[in-house]
């Protein structure tokens, strides 16, 4: 069964709850994939150093844990600054099917590069990216975590960028809701009329 998550969070990469999700993937036999930009990788990969994931290099989960960087993937899965659908759907299809890791298990994988898009304002990728990787998750058994941060939705985004991010994925988490209030604004008529 696959599962497209995604989870809002307000201030911090939700490094935790990333990392839960590796660590039950590799207890089931899972190959796990971990493809953020460096910053939530570091954090990520420390609290699974310390639950003592990669104690020896003998550990039963080693060859079953792979680190990618988000800027290398998005170079070759983008031409010209867009997501080339070819390119992504070969690249994040191989990536996802047990088959190109020695048919082990299932594959995890918890990435940012549609969050990295959208951080820096392209929403349009961002969400092509999503719906791809949704797809390619379903036709492989793969299961997904993504993350959003909330500041970049009220930067770039809108409440309508919101609801389809939301509707991409099979289950939604949200931060505390006070930023219910801020983002969602009441409805403006036309003419000012309201």
């Keep these: 069964m696959s599962r497209h998550l995604v989870h809002f969070y307000n201030d911090a990469y939700p490094a935790r709850e990333a990392k839960d999700f590796i660590v039950a993937g ?40 792979l680190a990618l960087d988000t800027d290398d993937a998005l170079a070759r899965l983008m031409v010209n600054g867009r997501i080339d659908t070819a390119r992504a759907t070969e690249s994040l299809g191989a990536l996802l099917s047990p088959a190109s890791h020695g048919g082990r298990g299932k594959v995890r994988l918890v990435g940012d590069p549609a969050s990295a898009l959208f951080a820096a304002g392209n929403e349009e990728d961002s969400l092509a990216l999503e ?63 309201g």
């Design 131 to 193: 719906s791809l990787v949704g797809g390619l998750a379903r036709e492989r058994g793969a299961s997904v975590f993504c993350a959003y941060c909330m500041d970049d939705l009220h930067r770039h985004g809108s409440t309508r960028a919101l609801v389809d991010l939301c509707a991409e994925h099979s289950a939604v988490t949200f931060p505390a809701r006070p930023w219910v209030e801020g983002f969602v604004q009441p409805a403006q008529t036309r003419d000012g009329e």
């Design 26 to 65: 590799l207890l089931a036999g899972d190959t796990c994939v971990l493809m953020l930009t460096a910053p939530n990788r570091q954090a990520v990969e420390r609290l699974l150093t310390a639950q003592r994931m990669f104690d020896t290099p003998s550990s039963p989960h080693t060859g079953r844990y």
